[in-house]
């Protein structure tokens, strides 16, 4: 027996920790002990009912995982691998890691980068990884430190805690729009150049306005995604991963088709094997663990419920790593 934060709807919908056994696991070729989890945006959504995230009921949480393979019918891994999942669908269709123990498919998990023990890797979960992939969008278009600011929204947030921390040791200048002034110092302490009011990208604002930004990482959507567009520089581009103001985008195409500005989409949960190994390699080299630790705090699994509450209100920064065990 082992504890799983449950999530049910019959017909009313409850979140809770439960004691459940394998009989409770899903299908899948491998068996992972998951030591850490996360909370990400979307298990907020789904653990406070707040977006119809989970689809098939009931649900365990958790969209991420890290944890040591038990059990395996798959040549891909043996037990004793230390192995790190993020989404597909996992906490969505398919019960999730917010629980002792998990049963997943082998070609959904990769290797934990030596580097990270299974707390790191949780503090960098899916948040951590999508900064790491829209890093490597802008890359792919060309943008270079020194080409100009780049500016990242939602800034106190997983997502732009981990984007400010690595663009900066990258060498770009880095800046950080929040609506939290009091964490003026908790940004420029991960990097970011300058500090600008969430409040300036986040109205209704003209299709073209003065170019700024070298590049832009997006984790807010509507009006604020919109904005930066408005504001990016000739060829410049936008990494767009998030939806936290809207997943609407009230927008002209004229800074596409006047500026040459490029709307980088950027998805995490389904991103192919490939590009996952390369992130999570590319974290292993660029994300100073010190600026980790400092983004990251640690709860228990007791203790998941009331953090997917406090972030869903907006009252927690950086990344939250839980604890199974």
């Known amino acids: 027996m082992y504890q799983a934060l449950v999530l049910e709807k019959n017909p009313d919908f409850s979140a809770c920790l439960r004691e ?3 009989s409770f696991l899903p299908e899948g070729d491998v068996t992972v002990d ?19 995230v989970v689809r098939s009921w009931p ?19 043996k037990p004793g691998d230390q192995v790190v999942l993020n989404g597909f669908g996992v906490g969505e269709t398919h019960k999730g890691c917010l629980a002792g123990r998990a049963r997943l498919k082998s070609q959904w998990l990769i290797r934990r980068p030596e580097r990270f023990s299974a707390k790191q890797a949780m503090a960098i979960g899916t948040a951590g990884y999508t900064a790491m992939l829209c ?26 805690s981990t984007a400010i921390a690595l663009l900066s040791r990258l060498g770009y200048t880095v800046v950080a729009a929040t609506g939290k002034a009091s964490e003026e110092g908790y940004l420029k302490s991960l ?16 299709p073209l306005q003065k170019e700024r930004w070298a590049a832009v990482v997006d984790a807010v959507g509507s009006h604020t995604l919109v904005n930066a567009c408005a504001q990016t520089r000739y060829g410049g581009a936008v990494a767009a991963c998030g939806l936290a103001q809207g997943f609407d985008f009230p927008a002209t195409v004229m800074p596409f088709i006047l ?10 949960v389904m991103a192919p094997l490939a590009l996952r190994e390369q992130a999570w390699s590319r974290l292993a080299v660029d994300l100073d663990a010190a600026k980790l630790d400092e983004i990251t705090t640690e709860v228990p699994l007791s203790g998941a419920i ?8 907006g009252q927690v920064r950086g990344r939250i790593a839980v604890r199974i065990k």
């Open 20 to 22: 459940v056994d394998d």
């Open 34 to 52: 998951i030591d850490y989890s996360t909370i990400n945006f979307k298990d907020g959504l789904a653990i406070t009912n707040k977006s119809p």
């Open 59 to 77: 649900m365990v949480a958790g969209i991420d995982g890290s944890g040591t393979v038990t059990a395996s019918d798959s040549p891909l891994w």
């Open 135 to 160: 890093v490597l969008a802008l890359e792919r278009h060309g943008v270079k430190p020194g080409d100009g600011e780049v500016l990242v929204t939602g800034a106190t947030g997983g997502v732009g």
């Open 191 to 206: 990097g970011a150049a300058s500090i600008i009011d969430r409040n300036e990208l986040s109205a209704p604002g003209k």
């Open 259 to 268: 500026r040459g500005v490029a709307l980088l989409g950027v998805d995490s």
């Open 306 to 313: 009331e953090a997917a509450q406090q972030l869903m209100a």
